[in-house]
């Protein structure tokens, strides 16, 4: 690995050996980046102050560059779950055949019916469950987090149903709040096997981790 600066936002990026002379997004401003050693990358980055907001660190993102795009969604997966976390609740859900459901309080409703309820602006993360071979059966295999941009994003949710895709900045990581409503709406919604078939995913929801991209899965 080198580490280079993206020269429009300053952050500190890790990249493979291999990618030295190509070009890639930064995972945070989603601005070009020339791969090239760290004397010549820092020399053409512009300063920037640190600062922390959910989770993620501007100044040194830990993201590698090449590794996010390689795991950035391309579509929705019929086989997994998705879900747009707000600061503390569960703001909408996606399931193959009933398409983004919004929580209205007393439940999920279509959110293409319950346009007006959707927030205009806030600190997104769009989380995806994915589903795999389990040594139990197909079931649950991991977490992966994508934040999101604040303003107008989840007008997507009554568009195409794939189009909040589009609206994804970085990887993303989920606060102690979030955890608690994905793990209160896991154990609403599957039976106790859910956790017993992923122990890491309910290991990851009741512990202090408030940095990881993933969990179980890369």
């Given at each position: 690995?080198?580490?280079?600066?993206?020269?429009?936002?300053?952050?500190?990026?890790?990249?493979?050996?291999?990618?030295?002379?190509?070009?890639?997004?930064?995972?945070k401003c989603r601005e070009p980046v020339l791969i090239q050693p760290e004397?010549?990358?820092?020399?053409?980055?512009?300063?920037?102050?640190?600062?922390?907001?959910?989770?993620?660190?501007?100044?040194?993102?830990?993201?590698?560059?090449?590794?996010?795009?390689?795991?950035?969604?391309?579509?929705?997966?019929?086989?997994?779950?998705?879900?747009?976390?707000?600061?503390?609740?569960?703001?909408?859900?996606?399931?193959?055949?009933?398409?983004?459901?919004?929580?209205?309080?007393?439940?999920?409703?279509?959110?293409?019916?319950?346009?007006?309820?959707?927030?205009?602006?806030?600190?997104?993360?769009?989380?995806?469950?994915?589903?795999?071979?389990?040594?139990?059966?197909?079931?649950?295999?991991?977490?992966?987090?994508?934040?999101?941009?604040?303003?107008?994003?989840?007008t997507a949710l009554y568009r195409d149903e794939s189009e909040i895709l589009?609206?994804?900045?970085?990887?993303?990581?989920l606060t102690k709040p979030q955890k608690t409503a994905l793990m209160l709406?896991?154990?609403?919604?599957?039976?106790?096997?859910?956790?017993?078939?992923?122990?890491?995913?309910?290991?990851?929801?009741?512990?202090?981790?408030?940095?990881?991209?993933?969990?179980?899965?890369?």
């Open positions: 690995m080198i580490v280079v600066y993206c020269p429009s936002c300053g952050s500190k990026l890790n990249a493979k050996e291999e990618l030295i002379g190509q070009t890639r997004s930064c995972p004397a010549a990358s820092a020399a053409s980055a512009s300063p920037a102050t640190g600062t922390v907001e959910g989770g993620i660190t501007a100044i040194d993102f830990g993201g590698t560059l090449d590794t996010f795009e390689d795991h950035r969604p391309n579509g929705l997966s019929f086989s997994n779950r998705y879900f747009v976390l707000g600061p503390d609740r569960i703001i909408a859900s996606w399931e193959t055949g009933k398409g983004w459901m919004l929580n209205i309080g007393s439940g999920f409703a279509p959110a293409k019916k319950n346009a007006a309820a959707i927030p205009d602006q806030g600190t997104f993360v769009l989380v995806e469950l994915v589903f795999g071979e389990t040594p139990a059966g197909k079931g649950p295999i991991g977490l992966r987090f994508f934040k999101i941009i604040k303003r107008g994003a989840l589009n609206t994804i900045e970085c990887p993303g990581s709406h896991f154990q609403r919604t599957f039976m106790q096997t859910f956790f017993d078939m992923t122990p890491a995913i309910f290991e990851f929801l009741t512990d202090d981790d408030v940095t990881a991209h993933s969990v179980g899965v890369g």
